[in-house]
C-alpha cells in the first residue's frame, strides 16, 4: 500500500514542481531585470517568485528524504528526467508539445523555460539518486519486533519489587528471618501482671501469688543440761 500512495505522490509532484519552479524562475527573472533598468530595487517584489520556489523545494524535499517508498522519487525523476533526454533526439518536436501560452493568476506560465535552462534535469537527477538509498528499501519494524531483537531470550527475568509489594504469604522455614510486616503483635500468651490498689504493675517486680512451706528450724541444746 505504501508503494501505491508513494507511486500516486510522484505523478503529482512533478507536474506541479514544474510549475512552481516556472513562476518561481520567471518572477526572479523579470524582477532583477527590472530592477536594472529601472536603477533602483524594492526587495518585496521577489517574495512572490521566492515563495514559489520554496513550496517547490519543500515538496522534493519531502519526496526524496521520506522513508516511505522509492517509486514516487523514481516516478517524479523520470517524469522531469525524459523531456530533457527528449532534446537529444528531437528537439524542435519536444519543444513544440510543452505549451507556452498558458497564464496563471494572470502571470504567463513559460513552461519551456525551466526545460530549456536544464533545471528540470538538474531536479530529476537528484530524485533519481534519493531511490538508490539502501535505508528506503527497507521496512521499519514494529515497535515490540525490535524491542525483541534488542532483547536475549536466555536472559533471566529480573523481578524489582517495589515499596509496595508485600512479602508472600507461606509457611517459612526453620532459621529463616521472620519477614517485616506493619501488623500489630501477636496477643502474649502469658497474661500481664494486674494492678491490685493503687500500686502500678510496673513499678516493682510482681509478687508470688503462693509462698512455700516453711521448715521448722532445730534449736540447739543448752549445754548446762545433764544426762539422765
Known amino acids: 500500500m505504501r508503494h501505491l500512495w508513494s507511486f500516486l505522490a510522484g505523478l503529482v509532484v512533478a507536474p506541479v514542481t514544474w510549475v512552481l519552479v516556472t513562476l518561481g524562475q520567471d518572477g526572479s527573472e523579470r524582477t532583477v531585470h527590472r530592477w536594472v533598468e529601472i536603477g533602483t530595487y524594492s526587495t518585496p517584489n521577489l517574495i512572490e517568485p521566492a515563495v514559489y520556489l520554496g513550496v517547490a523545494g519543500i515538496l522534493l524535499g519531502l519526496l526524496g528524504t521520506l522513508r516511505f517508498s522509492p517509486l514516487g522519487p523514481a516516478v517524479a525523476g523520470l517524469l522531469l528526467v525524459v523531456p530533457y533526454l527528449g532534446l537529444f533526439v528531437a528537439p524542435f518536436s519536444v519543444r513544440d508539445r510543452v505549451p507556452e501560452s498558458w497564464k496563471m493568476l494572470g502571470d504567463p506560465l513559460p513552461l519551456r523555460h525551466p526545460l530549456e535552462n536544464g533545471t528540470l534535469f538538474l531536479i530529476g537527477v537528484l530524485l533519481l539518486m534519493a531511490v538508490f538509498s539502501g535505508q528506503r528499501w527497507r521496512q521499519r519494524p514494529g515497535g515490540a ?84
Not at 519486533?145 to 526453620?174: C, I, M, R, Y
Open 145 to 228: 519486533a525490535a524491542e525483541a531483537e534488542l532483547t536475549p531470550a536466555d536472559k533471566p527475568v529480573e523481578h524489582n519489587p517495589s515499596l509496595g509489594d508485600w512479602p508472600p504469604a507461606g509457611p517459612t522455614k526453620e532459621g529463616d528471618t521472620a519477614p517485616l510486616t506493619l501488623a500489630y503483635p501477636d496477643t502474649p500468651t502469658e497474661p500481664l501482671p494486674r494492678r491490685s490498689g493503687g500500686e502500678s504493675p510496673w513499678s516493682a517486680p510482681p509478687r508470688a501469688t503462693t509462698r512455700p512451706p516453711r521448715t521448722p528450724r532445730c534449736r540447739p541444746r543448752s549445754s548446762s543440761t545433764t544426762r539422765g
